[in-house]
């Protein structure tokens, strides 16, 4: 998807890109909407900071917080915990809590803001991804042997990392990126 992000704090930004490249994310939208609603008698607003819409037609809220800040705060965790049910009711699938636990795991946040920047560059031309295609056929391939075979390596390498970037190639997120990585293209993308 990639699309440009607007954040209010880093665990937000890198929160948002992890989500942005998620493959089962078709559709992003940061700070939505907001709403009033009733909490402890008083009237207040709310802004989600992220709405996802999901591949199987699924959304869902999401809300970025540091752990610490959600485990001492009991005010926090009750808001949440109302704010769930309202839009439960108002047909959304959850409002999801994600923390820097599960945003900041190492390579997976690294490898993600690199190639969401990669994503967002120049497309490449359809010559350029017949061409990668065919040497890559439907075989996993290390990201090296790959750019051996093309003769502008240094041109592929832009174009591999930007369908990497877009998951039209795949790649595990969660190992380092080398140049022995295994590629594939994704059954989901054909040519």
Known sequence: MTT????ESYLEYWGNVLL???????????QPFSIRYRFKGRWRIYTPDTLVRMRDGRLYLIEFKYIE?????????????CLREIF????????LLLTEREICEEPRLENSLCLHRHATSN?????????LHRLMGDQ??????????ASKGAFYRDALWYLMGRN???????EPITPQTRVRWSP???I
């Open 88 to 95: 439960k009711r108002r047909g959304y699938t959850d409002l």
């Open 4 to 7: 440009l992000i607007l954040s």
């Open 168 to 174: 039209i190639i795949e790649v595990d997120r969660t």
């Open 20 to 30: 942005d490249l998620d493959p089962q994310v078709i559709d992003l939208a940061t």
């Open 69 to 81: 800040e959600y485990e001492n705060d009991p005010e926090l965790r009750a808001k949440i915990n």
């Open 188 to 190: 989901d993308h054909g």
């Open 140 to 149: 996993a391939i290390s990201i090296g042997k790959l750019l051996r075979y």
């Open 123 to 131: 497309e490449p031309g359809p010559k350029d991804v017949r061409t």
